[in-house]
């Protein structure tokens, strides 16, 4: 057998060990507050009341400040968002668009350590249009890794960049590449 065809045969084998192995728990619910300390405060933001399965919500059905559970991977929140950032003198968004912002909270709860990644977001506008994260805007950007363990958080800025005309947002995220997606309304 050539060697190209049992290197096709073993990338094939691998995403679907990697696809039986997502699909033994597809729970998102929430999972009480999101804790969003500032600089030498903290406060509570409270969850909306409803706990149920995000498969079982419509579109956009968490807001900033839950906190939701994905599965037994990790829990996932959005602390602050920025619908109109300001670009730097040399970096501006290009003409006819601007950057949104959304700061995720990520805590791990799988003992093998969660995965996250900017390319695991993205954003949807009023119209449907759905657009990928931008290597520019707020600072601190949410970085890679895949070994976030029980207990461990991480916080960063996702960026996107849209037209001025869209109004309102809704971030869709997925723990991992195989997660299944879960949806914030961002205004």
């Keep these: 057998?050539?060697?190209?065809?049992?290197?096709?045969?073993?990338?094939?084998?691998?995403?679907?060990?990697?696809?039986?192995a997502s699909a033994g728990s597809s729970e998102n619910e929430p999972a009480g507050d999101l804790a969003i300390p500032s600089p030498g405060?903290?406060?509570?933001?409270?969850?909306?009341?409803a706990v149920v399965s995000a498969e079982a919500e419509p579109s956009g059905s968490y807001v900033v400040g839950d906190r939701i559970k994905l599965a037994e991977e990790e829990y996932f929140g959005v602390a602050e968002v920025d619908l109109d950032v300001a670009g730097t003198e040399f970096i501006k968004p290009e003409?006819?668009?601007?950057?949104?912002?959304?700061?995720?909270e990520i805590e791990g709860i799988n003992p093998d350590g969660a995965t996250y990644n900017?390319?695991?977001?993205?954003?949807?506008?009023?119209?449907?249009?759905?657009?990928?994260?931008?290597?520019?805007?707020?600072?601190?950007?949410?970085?890679?890794?895949?070994?976030?363990?029980?207990?461990?958080?991480?916080k960063g800025w996702v960026?996107?960049?849209?037209?001025?005309?869209?109004k309102t947002f809704t971030l869709v995220y997925a723990a991992g590449f195989?997660?299944?997606?879960v949806e914030v309304a961002l205004n």
């Design 1 to 20: 057998m050539p060697k190209r065809n049992l290197i096709i045969g073993g990338v094939g084998v691998v995403v679907l060990l990697a696809a039986v």
């Design 41 to 49: 405060t903290s406060a509570t933001v409270s969850p909306t009341d």
């Design 95 to 104: 003409t006819g668009k601007k950057w949104v912002a959304a700061l995720v």
């Design 118 to 154: 900017p390319f695991f977001f993205k954003v949807r506008d009023d119209q449907g249009f759905e657009y990928n994260f931008n290597l520019f805007g707020k600072e601190p950007q949410l970085q890679s890794s895949n070994d976030l363990k029980p207990g461990q958080k991480v």
């Design 159 to 166: 960026n996107f960049e849209v037209p001025d005309t869209a």
């Design 178 to 181: 195989l997660g299944e997606p």
